[in-house]
């Protein structure tokens, strides 16, 4: 696993959350430090998110949406943004982010992104996703609870474990994809599981919050020269 370096260029602004409630967030996850450090990742790599050109751009399990908003700050209005949560609250509330931030961010219900197949098969440029990823007993995986957000099962990778075949599916061919993770879900193993189906993996970077070792991963087609 290489560690990504990347020199620091402009900065965006941080969405504008205000119209969510506090009643929003006893349904959907909370932006936290790990939203914070996948907002830094990805502003670092601002001027190489730019070089691709994106068309599609996905995020997984949106949330409150303030991720992909973000991401639309950085390439502007010729990409289309869309996003998925299995919650339909949480698709709500991104949509209303979007519309809070001058974004167009397009909300999918659907689980990973299921009901985006086959139509955008091959066809995402840039993807993220920050998974459920807290080691957690198995049986809270899943949940219809706020802890359905955070709970990861076994080494708190059931879900994502689950998710990665479809990253093969989904990306085209100059396609990025970002993950959140801890350091318990083993990077090691994720980047070999990875490395398989034909992607290299890297670092983009990594912040410790509490107990947390929170880091970005980066995963690119191997063919791909960056």
Known sequence: MKTLQVNMGETFPTPDLSHLTAEDYEHVYEPAEDTFLLMDALEKDADFLRTTHPSFCLEVGCGSGAVITFLASILGSRSYYLCTDINPRAAQCAGRTGHQNNVLVQPVLTDFASALLPRLQNKVDVMIFNPPYVVTPPEEVGSSGIEASWAGG??????????????????????????????????EEIEHQMTTAGFTMEKVMSRRAGPEKLAILRFCHCSRTT
């Open 154 to 187: 076994v080494k708190g990778r059931q879900v994502m474990d689950r998710f990665f075949p479809l990253v093969p599916k989904l990306l085209s061919d100059k396609g990025v994809f970002y993950l959140v993770t801890i350091e318990q879900n083993n990077a």
